[in-house]
Nanobody, 123 residues
């Protein structure tokens, strides 16, 4: 099994920045890709970005491309999500997830999920 723990959420004004972290533990050798998703109240879980554990492939949702950047520190088994120029529409609970087989944007492709971290962007 893989355990994922997110941190770094908080309250920020529009135009500000936050950096989320996702620390993986357990069978990290089984991880092929790491993704970030978000879910706003009353909405379905939305794809944000996916990257391979090796870092050779990355794909962003159109809504965040150019503002968000994913990075990895494999020595620490940690994935980061740097979020810049935040908008009120970015307000959501952000989840990281790990996939052992696929590089996809669909939540069903991920086996393990963190508990989520709240990001609130005020206008």
């Amino acid at each position: 099994q893989v355990q994922l723990l997110e941190s770094g959420g908080g309250l920020v004004q529009a135009g500000g920045s936050l950096r989320l972290s996702c620390a993986a533990s357990g069978r990290t050798s089984s991880i092929y890709a790491m993704g970030w998703f978000r879910q706003a109240p009353g909405k379905e879980r939305e794809f944000v970005v996916v990257t391979t554990w090796s870092g050779d492939r990355t794909f962003y949702a159109d809504s965040v491309r150019g503002r968000f950047t994913i990075s990895r520190d494999n020595a620490k088994n940690t994935v980061y999500l740097a979020m810049n120029r935040l908008k009120p529409d970015d307000t959501a609970i952000y989840y990281c997830a790990s996939a052992s087989r696929y590089f996809r944007a669909t939540p069903e492709s991920y086996e393990y999920w963190g508990q989520g971290t709240q990001v609130t962007v005020s206008s």
